[in-house]
């Protein structure tokens, strides 16, 4: 590819593709993350210390998704309108800094799930070298491991965004309750979770495992208290446990 900007969260798939991207490329690989409301604040900070351990020069961009209509509207194919205006940034940041291409961290198990950004990807020419190979999740992990990168086993994530029902609309107030919602969850100790919001009811997703604590007293308590605090009247926990993309259960076709 001769050089490439890379879309990096500081998640498992982009860690590895900038990991392996500075060694083929060296400083002709660059990162950049995007800084906005629907991204947390602290997936942010963390992003910075990870593409400053794998030597990368760090970029920052600024987006507004929230001035977008059919991104706060949230169609079904919110994502596309999201990844389609991130990449278009994106581009012209590799233009300015003289790199060929634009690449993110999406894999093969990617295409079996609705992502509708993935056709913003394939209009503008972003690249997904992850994909291309076949590598799966498991493969990102795993290989991950073996380089000794501290992302290896990190949690999925997702913008905020993913929080709402298709169709409720998205706005600031809805994004801080879901985000300071998410904040007492990690304070407490989980890795893996999801607020899921709908309206007067807060959804809670966390691994089948970790049911029993999250139900213990007092933390049972204690996160109903601080739910209600941030507005929800209800706080519910989904026996099923969490999974990726749950509001796309509600898709047919």
Known sequence: MGSVLIAFSGGVDSSLLLAVAREVLGDRAV???????????????????????????????????LALPHFTDNPPDRCYYCKRELFTHLQELARQEGLAWVADGAQADDTRDHRPGARAAQELG???????????????????????????????RACLASRFPYGDQINPEKLRQVAEAEAFLAEAGFRQYRVRHHGSIARVEVPPED???????????????????LGFTYVTVDLQGFRSGSMNETLTG
């Open 211 to 229: 049911l029993a604590r999250l139900l213990g007293e007092p933390l049972r308590e204690q996160l109903v208290v601080a739910l209600r605090e």
């Open 31 to 65: 990162a950049a993350t995007a800084r906005s409301e629907v991204y947390p604040e602290p997936e942010f900070r963390q992003a910075q210390e990870i593409a400053t351990q794998l030597g990368a020069r760090h970029l920052t961009l600024e987006t507004s998704e």
């Open 126 to 156: 972003v690249r997904a070298p992850l994909q291309e190979a076949g590598l799966t999740k498991d493969d990102l992990r795993e290989l991950s491991h073996r380089r000794g990168l501290p992302t290896w086993d990190a949690p999925s």
